[in-house]
């Protein structure tokens, strides 16, 4: 695959429900990043891996969240007990090293969006 | 806690125009500041990148300048076409140890008419 590829596209859920959420970053890619988009907002981060270990998980609005990449390369992004303000479009992205270094740009996926019911 | 607006929210020219996407941000503690596109129901393409020691930088038809001191950056686009249209988001990076995060601006949804 060429890019950041995520599943499901789409996702509804029940209040209550638990989602998990996909995300495989391109191949070799060392940073991947989830971030959380409202309708009509930007992106707001989430959380941080590099490689298998996540750095920054600062951006997790609460304990319901949780994010995993145990092999370096697939992440999974968890929400337990799913509230309807949990509906948002969540996006992933990789870059080779990190997007502080010039020739290491950010890939981002299309996005899940996520409508909880 | 960094802050970064984005002026205006919705444009609409007509086709050939020259025009100017404005951002603001609080901190000028950035490492590097992000153009990105994004399509309806697309993810984030990444447009240029300004480190935070860099004045400007071009691409094609894109130019987008850096003013850490004030806090803006502008992105201009020259000659637009009806392909230009999309939203386009501006975003600072910040690092902290090990870690590196965007912060983004609300966007700016460009139209160009043909």
């Known amino acids: 695959g060429a890019g950041v590829s995520q599943s499901p596209r789409y996702k509804v859920a029940k209040r209550g429900q638990d989602v998990a959420l996909r995300c495989d970053p391109i191949?070799?890619?060392?940073?991947l990043f989830w971030y959380q988009q409202a309708l009509g907002q930007g992106p707001e981060f989430l959380t941080y891996?590099?490689?298998?270990?996540?750095?920054?998980k600062s951006g997790l609005p609460s304990d319901r969240f949780f994010a995993e990449r145990p092999e370096g390369s697939v992440s999974t992004l968890k929400i337990q007990r799913t509230q309807q303000e949990d509906s948002a479009v969540y996006l992933c992205?990789?870059?080779?090293?990190?997007?502080?270094?010039?020739?290491?740009?950010?890939?981002f996926g299309n996005g899940t969006r996520l409508t909880v019911t | 806690k960094q802050e970064v607006t984005q002026i205006p929210a919705a444009l609409s020219v007509p086709e050939g125009e020259n025009l100017v996407l404005n951002c603001s941000f609080t901190?000028?503690?950035?490492?590097?500041l992000q153009w990105f596109r994004q399509d309806p129901g697309k993810g984030l393409t990444s447009l240029l990148l300004?480190?935070?020691?860099?004045r400007e930088q071009t691409s094609g038809r894109l130019n987008a300048s850096l003013d850490k001191s004030s806090g803006r950056s502008t992105l201009y686009i020259a000659a637009s076409q009806p392909g230009d249209s999309a939203t386009y988001l501006c975003?600072?990076?910040?690092?902290?140890?090990?870690?590196?995060?965007?912060?983004f601006g609300k966007g700016t949804k460009l139209t160009v008419n043909p």
């Open positions: 901190d000028s503690a950035i490492y590097n």
């Open positions: 191949s070799g890619h060392v940073s």
């Open positions: 891996f590099q490689n298998e270990a996540q750095l920054d």
């Open positions: 992205a990789s870059s080779l090293v990190g997007t502080r270094y010039y020739n290491s740009p950010l890939h």
């Open positions: 975003a600072v990076c910040l690092t902290q140890g090990g870690s590196e995060k965007l912060v």
């Open positions: 300004i480190q935070s020691s860099q």
